[in-house]
T-cell receptor, first 117, second 111 residues
Framework: SAVISQKPSRDICQRGTSLTIQCQVD?????MFWYRQQPGQSLTLIAT?????????ESGFVIDKFPISRPNLTFSTLTVSNMSPEDSSIYLC??????????????FGPGTRLTVL | GQQLNQSPQSMFIQEGEDVSMNCTSS?????WLWYKQDPGEGPVLLIA?????ELTSNGRLTAQFGITRKDSFLNISASIPSDVGIYFC???????????FGKGITLSVRP
């Protein structure tokens, strides 16, 4: 498995401000992923972050709103910019790790619960 | 796009009962993963399946990769109160493709 930590674990923010979420992994990984989970909903992939290149965003998500950094192979940040109440969600970081079967398995961090007032 | 269907949205069982959850798709998937999410936590990987027909167990949990590669099921035997949570299925169409998630099933266990 993978040990993934996220900071902050939760925050309450004002409309129009920005929040940067940090994700730290216990060992080097090639790809890191950022997901959003709106209240009572499933997980939606925001973007894939590779070290040394720009993140790849999914349809409906743009870099200006969700800038991502990936400075090294164990760390990434996601910024939620110019927040509105609709951004209130759990934001999850995840990584792929090769399991005992030699296939990729995806592991998740504990999430950051964001409330925008 | 690819979609994974999980239903019903909620299930209520008595402690000690077995429960089965299905996940279906109109597309073929090469990998099926089952996750459990407790309130306030991230999803935790329960079982991963990589071959059609594969049956894998993890304690009281058993999951199978459907032979058509369009479905999977998860069984929980002799349920206990800590089995409460949201169970998500997820799948990949290729080794490095992104994960597609189902909408999840919320399981409640009555003592």
């Amino acid at each position: 498995s993978a040990v993934i930590s996220q900071k902050p674990s939760r925050d309450i923010c004002q409309r129009g401000t920005s929040l940067t979420i940090q994700c730290q992994v216990d060992s080097q990984v090639t790809m890191m992923f950022w997901y959003r989970q709106q209240p009572g909903q499933s997980l939606t992939l925001i973007a894939t972050a590779n070290q040394g290149s720009e993140a790849t965003y999914e349809s409906g998500f743009v870099i200006d709103k969700f800038p991502i950094s990936r400075p090294n192979l164990t760390f990434s940040t996601l910024t939620v910019s110019n927040m509105s109440p609709e951004d209130s969600s759990i934001y999850l970081c995840s990584v792929d790790r090769t399991g005992t079967s030699s296939y990729n398995e995806q592991f998740f961090g504990p999430g950051t619960r964001l409330t925008v007032l | 796009g690819q979609q994974l269907n999980q239903s019903p949205q909620s299930m209520f069982i008595q402690e000690g009962e077995d429960v089965s959850m299905n996940c279906t798709s109109s597309s073929i998937f090469n990998t099926w993963l089952w996750y459990k999410q407790d309130p306030g936590e991230g999803p935790v990987l329960l079982i991963a399946l990589y071959k059609a027909g594969e049956l894998t167990s993890n304690g009281r949990l058993t999951a199978q990769f459907g032979i058509t590669r369009k479905d999977s099921f998860l069984n929980i035997s002799a349920s206990i109160p800590s089995d409460v949570g949201i169970y998500f299925c997820a799948g990949r169409t290729g080794a490095n493709s992104k994960l597609t998630f189902g909408k999840g099933i919320t399981l409640s266990v009555r003592p």
